[in-house]
Every structure is written in C-alpha cells, then in structure tokens.
C-alpha cells in the first residue's frame, strides 16, 4: 500500500506532470503538443507521461500515427480521481496554468509533429 502512495506522491511532486495533466484536462494531447507547451524534450515529456500513466492519472490511446494521451476517466483508484477533481482548486488559477490554457488553443499537431 505506501508502494501506491509512493507512486501517486511521485506523479505529484513534479511542475511540468502538474502541467501536463492540467493541460489533459483541456483536451487530449499527443506528445509533439505536450513537448510544445512545456519546452522540454520528447523523452522527458515521454518520462513524465510515463510515471503519470504508472500512477493511473491518464491513458494513452494509439488513433493511425499519433498517440493520444487523456486524463484517465474511470481510476481504478479512488484517490486518483479524488486529485483529479481537486486540481482545479489547488493550482487552477496559478500563472503558469492560465498560460497554458491559453497556449493549448494554439497547439496544432499538424504542423508541429510533422516539422
């Protein structure tokens, strides 16, 4: 049991996954997009998603070439849907969160994957 909560601490007590499932939370994303709105390059952005896709927070979905990456919509843990419906309050009106709620509309995996 502390090997789960260490799991789902771990998924947490990072910026850029707080970021990354804010952003998930807006709409699903592939991970050219998700690297775009972090900055950060494709195998960190895959790390993160990683360990959040460990710890139950999203699902990823092949759809032709792209991987698609969502917030996963029935945890099969309870306190993961329980963080899930509390960002918004914890970190829902932080700076960079707006920023990137503003910057998601922008994302166009067309042009960026594909360059």
């Known amino acids: 049991m502390i090997e789960d909560n260490t799991k789902l601490f771990k998924a947490l007590s990072d910026t ?7 952003a998930l939370q ?3 994303l592939c991970v050219c997009e998700i690297r775009e709105l972090l900055g950060l390059a494709n195998s960190t952005v895959s790390q993160h998603l990683s360990i959040l896709k460990e710890a139950g927070f999203i699902l990823e979905e092949k ?3 792209w991987v698609n990456y969502m917030i996963n919509p029935k945890p099969k843990d309870p306190r993961v849907f329980s963080v899930l419906s ?3 309050y914890w970190i829902g ?3 960079i969160i707006l920023e990137d ?3 998601i509309l922008s ?3 067309n042009i960026i994957c594909c360059n």
């Open 107 to 109: 994302l166009d995996r």
């Open 93 to 95: 009106n932080d700076k």
């Open 86 to 88: 509390m960002l918004d």
């Open 26 to 28: 807006s709409r699903v």
């Open 101 to 103: 709620k503003k910057k």
């Open 63 to 65: 759809n032709g070439k």
């Open 16 to 22: 850029s996954r707080l970021r990354i499932l804010k």
